[in-house]
């Protein structure tokens, strides 16, 4: 018989997001009624259609395929030149950041990226996470044999915490210890925190003091609209030395089901061997992709670049502007309600502090019972999250209007 790997055994009950789904099952079963009236603002999915230049951009891929003089089979395995050499410029050369062609790798979205970088790296490492924080970049060091087993508070023995708190405004400072790897996320999911160029360059500072790795995930990028917040990691100075950038097509592309986003790996990010030999992770990041996967289908590619065609970038800032639109909206209305609301000015979610001391799941079931709306509990991301709960601005308008109009009955439930 064949043996299984025991670290998924120290994982706690369920992932968050299918916990949340098992309880809103069982609503649905007891309230058929109520269920019709049903509103997700939990999961951060996207529910407006594809951007138009993307659709016939993958339309003409298909019909490519369909011909002997076009068709292609497999393709680089890091992604077809022709979205990396647009991704390097559009995104980074053009905004004065240096990033090669060939420092771009492209992939299937940066949630599977943020635990495929665990194949490179360490077990030895000590992994910082912030607190609270996407579930994934927790699970992802578990089930790698990264941690020790499970405390009663759901946190990890092996894990350095840095704790994201209304009065470090859910932006940690770097700790006075040695840390190894530490993921970082901003615009922030779940809080909705954006870090200053200052608070950035902090970081940076202590990962070149400490010869650390700093995990970048920058996923919700697009929807920063204040000119001073950093949208890469790289717009510090000193970055390209101690980072690499996680980012995704899901959330500015609408592609969470079509699947696309990309890792930057800079070539000047080194790594220790127990030996004491400084190496580069760039081509061992590159021997991973080509030994474990064939990169993103062609026609998800083209798709992919098309969202920075002048009218692909047009119709991804009406789907951001739309979200950011129900954003402020659902803000406001939380505020109105007399709930303590962070986050929702330059990200899609708004961090919601619980009334009454109620806790993140008691307030859940609150929200899914009297306004039959469905939420986040902030536990859910981890210690720190208790006693808040997140709203997804991810929605159409009309969902987010009636929202809107129920939160404000919430004062007398």
């Known amino acids: 018989m064949a043996y299984l790997n025991e670290n998924y055994l120290k994982l706690q009950a369920g ?19 109520a269920a019709k009236r049903l509103i997700r603002c939990g999961i951060g999915d996207v529910t407006e259609p594809l951007p138009r230049a993307a659709i016939e ?17 497999y393709g680089p395995e890091q992604g077809y030149e022709f979205l990396r050499s647009t991704i390097a410029q559009r995104d980074y050369r053009d905004r004065n950041i240096e990033i090669a ?5 492209v992939s ?3 949630k599977c990226d943020c635990g495929h970088v665990l194949d490179i790296l360490g077990g030895q490492n000590k992994v910082a996470v912030p607190d609270p924080a996407y579930p994934a970049y927790v699970d992802a060091n578990v089930m790698a ?3 020790g087993q499970v405390r009663q508070d759901g946190s990890y023995e092996g894990i350095h915490y840095l704790p994201c708190t209304a009065e470090n405004h859910f932006v940690p400072e770097p700790p006075n210890e040695h840390l190894d790897l530490v993921y970082l996320c901003f615009p922030n999911n779940p809080t909705g925190a954006v870090a200053s160029q200052g608070q950035l360059s902090r970081w940076v500072d202590y990962a070149r003091e400490h010869d650390a790795l700093l995990l970048f995930d920058a996923a919700y990028e697009a929807y920063i609209f204040d000119p001073e917040i950093p949208r890469s990691i790289f717009e510090i100075p000193g970055a390209r030395e101690c980072a690499m950038e996680f980012r995704s097509f899901s959330k500015n592309g609408g592609f969470t089901g079509v699947r696309c986003g990309f890792t930057v790996m800079p070539k000047t990010v080194l790594a220790r061997t127990g030996d004491g030999r400084r190496l580069p992770l760039h081509p061992l990041w590159q021997r991973r992709w080509s030994t474990k996967s064939n990169s993103v289908s062609y026609p998800v590619q083209r ?16 789907l951001i502007d739309h979200y950011m639109g129900n954003a402020k909206l ?13 986050g929702g000015l330059n990200a899609p979610y708004i961090w919601v502090k619980t009334p009454e001391r109620l806790t993140s799941w008691e307030m859940f079931d609150r929200m899914l019972r009297q306004l039959n709306v469905v939420i986040t509990p902030g536990a859910g991301f981890g210690a720190q999250g208790e006693g808040y709960f997140r709203i997804s601005a991810f929605n159409s308008r009309e969902n987010a209007e009636e929202v809107v109009r129920r939160l404000k009955t919430l004062q007398s439930c």
């Not at 003409?60 to 089979?73: H, K, P, Q, W, Y």
Request: hydrophobic share 40%.
């Open 15 to 33: 992932y968050l997001f299918p916990e949340v789904a098992r309880r809103v099952r069982a609503f649905y079963q007891a309230n058929p009624e």
């Open 57 to 73: 951009a993958m339309k003409r891929a298909v019909d490519e395929l369909g011909c002997r003089e076009t068709f292609r089979g």
């Open 101 to 105: 062609d060939d420092e771009i790798f």
């Open 108 to 110: 299937d979205g940066s």
């Open 145 to 147: 044999g990264h941690t």
């Open 303 to 318: 798709g992919a670049e098309a969202l920075y065609s002048d009218d692909g970038r047009k119709q991804v800032r009406a």
């Open 330 to 342: 659902l803000r406001n209305a939380a505020a109105d309600a007399g709930l303590e609301a962070f």
